[in-house]
């Protein structure tokens, strides 16, 4: 089979991997790819937001099978426009994407369904924001309604910084039209646990569980990020939570989404808070997580083209989905500055072993060498029979991956292990 991917990313690269573990697959195109991707796909320089020109390549080309993997393109119906042209998708069409692309959208969802998440309120007029902020609780959580490169979300520790949220978002567009609405929520405590679930719209099989860390500094300081690390499975999440979550908030939403006329075919990702009221949702994405997806598919011992086909079909519930009873951890490595200002352009050089474990995200080829291009620059993951040694592993494995202005925290996985006890 000769498969499309879409999007450029150390999560397209991981999906990549594992993708080319099955031997029926033949080519991988990834549109864009990167410098790094170029080692396992041939890479073709199409936005993944250009719908017509992915669709007219597809369409040129001898592809059997897509995988949209970003979030945008998803929202702007990627997936509709490929399947209109005959080329079968992994992913959610428009209708269902919008459960990440309006935060409004998935919250009225919530509410209307009984699925449990924080108290909100939704607006779109400044001042009414403004005014409901006099008497919110404080501390809050302020949130662009649409897409802002998972950093639309603002937890403000006074009414001064909400209100200063609210106006960065609705009169100074600090995230454009994403922040035209926005929702007010209440603030939760208790961890956090990211699981990505496949759905082929009545079936869920969940994934093993993971813990991300946002921040950039150590000890959970300094600024959001698209994430600095991630360890799999999380230990706070049980097997009862597990349960408790199939049944109040997994099946819960794909029947929503199948009563609201929007069926959810591909990767659902539930960011949930387990509260000591119980598990809640964050937020949901509609596709893989990054950086989850560079510990979650390591783990998965079962075929993935296999899973995807089976998403696609309707078959996913007689289709095997197994992941070994191992632990995995991800380290990443970040340009100095990110996610702020970074310099770009520094030769990435990586041994042997480091490559074979290493996920490239923000890199191109210039000259013929691997050179940095963004902030997060690579994700380097080892799976070990504990997590101990996973931790050990991935920080070992990542010390063989060199670039000038490198930088990672020191802590990935420490708050796991302190949960282990």
Do not use: W
Request: glycine share 10%.
């Amino acid at each position: 089979m000769n498969i499309l991917v879409v999007g450029g990313g150390g999560r397209e690269h991981a999906i990549i991997r594992c993708l080319k573990k099955n031997p029926q697959v033949k080519t991988v195109y990834a549109l864009p790819g990167n410098g790094g991707i170029a080692a396992d796909a041939t890479c073709v320089d199409i936005s993944a937001t250009d719908i017509d020109g992915i669709v007219a390549f597809a369409k040129a080309h001898p592809v059997d099978y897509a995988v949209v993997a970003p979030d945008d393109p998803l929202v702007l119906g990627c997936v509709d426009a490929l399947e209109a042209a005959g080329i079968p998708c992994f992913g959610p069409r428009a209708n269902a994407a919008i459960i990440e692309g309006s935060k409004v959208f998935a919250k009225n969802l919530m509410r209307k369904y009984g699925i449990p998440t924080a108290a909100y309120r939704a607006f779109d007029d400044m001042d009414q924001a403004l005014a409901y902020l006099d008497t919110a609780p404080i501390p809050t959580v302020i949130k662009a309604d649409g897409l802002a490169l998972g950093k639309g979300v603002i937890i403000a520790q006074t009414r001064q910084e909400a209100k200063a949220a609210v106006r960065d978002m609705m009169e100074g567009h600090v995230f454009g039209k994403s922040g035209d609405h926005i929702v007010i929520e209440e603030f939760l405590t208790g961890p956090e646990v990211s699981v990505l679930a496949f759905t082929d719209g009545n079936c869920v099989k969940p994934m093993v569980s993971s813990m991300d860390h946002k921040r950039a500094g150590d000890n959970d300081t300094g600024l959001n990020t698209g994430g600095m690390g991630t360890v799999a499975p999380n230990p706070y999440y049980t097997r009862e939570i597990a349960q408790t979550c199939m049944d109040t908030i997994f099946l819960p939403t794909i029947r929503a989404m199948n009563a609201e006329g929007r069926p959810f075919k591909g990767c659902l990702y539930f960011g949930l808070m387990l509260t000591p009221a119980g598990p809640r949702v964050i937020e949901y994405n509609c596709r893989f997580g990054d950086p989850e997806t560079q510990v979650v598919l390591p783990l998965l011992e079962s075929d993935l083209l296999s899973i995807m086909l089976a998403v696609t079909n309707g078959t996913l519930a007689q289709t095997e989905v197994t992941f070994a009873p191992r632990h995995a951890c991800c380290v990443i490595l970040a340009s100095q500055g990110y996610p702020t200002a970074y310099r770009k352009g520094y030769e990435i050089t990586m041994t042997r072993e480091a490559a074979q474990h290493t996920y490239v995200a923000g890199a191109k080829l210039a000259q013929g060498r691997l050179v940095t291009s963004g902030g997060r620059v690579t994700g380097t993951t080892a799976v070990a029979d504990s997590l101990e040694e996973a931790i050990r592993e991935a920080y070992r494995i990542s010390d063989g991956v060199r670039f000038e202005n490198a930088y990672r925290r020191s802590d990935i996985g420490r708050r796991a292990l302190r949960a282990n006890g």
